[in-house]
């Protein structure tokens, strides 16, 4: 009897020392489990591009408005502006920068910075230009990206960074789509970054990036094509230390359409607020309806972003050097 109350105590001192190292009674490390992030029962209608800011204390919400059932007509321009809504109250106010869409904004102490593509009614959307205020009511304008001849120019994105400011935005060169990135110390003048381009694994379709700095990693959310086994247009995170490789999320996608919301989870972009991470993004059919939906991390962005990737997992990634035609590689860390 002694004997095996002996045999039975050593059997569960090695269960619970194996169960210790690997998190598992079988031996097997458990599988990571995804960032929780949980769709909120509301949208705004026509919504799309948009930031969400908090701005001397008010939580304010960037956004832009255009009839796309008007591209290539006479007139579409006067349907394109940018204004803002209230988070507390709903309210919509401050329209400003008449004929640019695809607003983008960070706040820099007592300043509200936007950023915004330049409309026409037939060359589609030019040049990334820059605009600022103090109060919400008087508006500053400058050229911030001058399109190259043979561009179009679409969604930027701004975030800090140890070096000061960076902006990635979307081109439709060399793929369409993509996106480039610029740098700048004051949010004012805009140095593009030279010989990068992010263009995906196989020079596939890569649009409206929000961008984030959360040390060492930049970490990008991107829409994707549709792949096999998904619904429809899909968002991605991807993070580098260098803005050249990549690494994807195994987790991949962070957004996909659900039941409501047609085949299109995209345009993302987020804020924090008392701890938790607010993530607004677009639905729809990419053609004919959209609207903006809002979704929840109960934590930090810095816990958010880094929850993608799980110590040890296996990453694809993607070199974004305009010279690089190396395959897909895997990596491991």
């Keep these: 009897m002694n004997c095996l109350n002996c045999r039975v105590r050593f059997v569960l001192m090695v269960v619970v020392a194996i169960f210790r190292l690997t998190g598992s009674p079988a031996g097997r ?9 949980v769709k909120l029962p509301f949208a705004w209608h026509k919504g799309m591009e948009n930031t969400p800011v908090e701005f001397k204390g008010r939580q304010l919400l960037l956004m832009n408005r255009r009839d796309d059932t008007k591209v290539n007509t006479e007139g579409y321009l006067k349907t394109v502006y940018c204004y803002l809504i209230d988070l507390q109250t709903g309210e919509e106010f401050g329209r400003f920068a008449e004929g640019f869409s695809f607003v983008n904004g960070i706040v820099d102490g007592d300043r509200l910075h936007v950023f915004a593509t330049e409309g026409t ?5 030019q040049s990334i230009h820059h605009f600022w205020t103090d109060d919400l009511a008087t508006w500053h304008q400058e050229l911030a990206i001058q399109k190259a001849a043979d561009e179009n120019l679409f969604n930027p994105s701004v975030c800090r960074d140890d070096r000061g400011f960076l902006m990635a935005y979307e081109s439709n060169q060399p793929v369409q789509f993509c996106f480039r990135f610029a740098r700048s110390k004051d949010l004012s003048h805009w140095e593009p970054v030279p010989d990068l381009i992010f263009r995906g694994e196989n020079n596939e379709y890569s649009a409206c990036p929000v961008i984030r700095y959360f040390a060492p990693y930049y970490y990008v959310i991107y829409l994707h094509a549709a792949v096999p086994g998904h619904h429809g247009w899909i968002s991605f995170i991807a993070r580098s230390k260098d803005l050249a490789t990549w690494q994807l999320s195994p987790m991949n996608p962070v957004l996909e359409a659900g039941p409501g919301e047609g085949h299109n989870n995209s345009d993302v972009d987020l804020f924090e607020l008392n701890g938790k991470t607010y993530v607004f993004y677009a639905t729809g059919d990419q053609a004919t309806w959209c ?13 958010f972003f880094e929850g993608w990737f799980p110590a040890g997992a296996t990453m694809r990634e993607i070199d974004a050097r305009m010279n690089s035609s190396l395959p897909a590689a895997a990596a491991s860390r």
Excluded at 293 to 302: F, S, Y
């Design 29 to 37: 490390a458990e599988e990571p489990r995804r960032p929780e992030l």
């Design 291 to 303: 609207s903006l939906r809002m979704a929840m991390h109960p934590g930090p962005m810095k816990q």
């Design 121 to 125: 009614d037939f060359n589609w959307f």
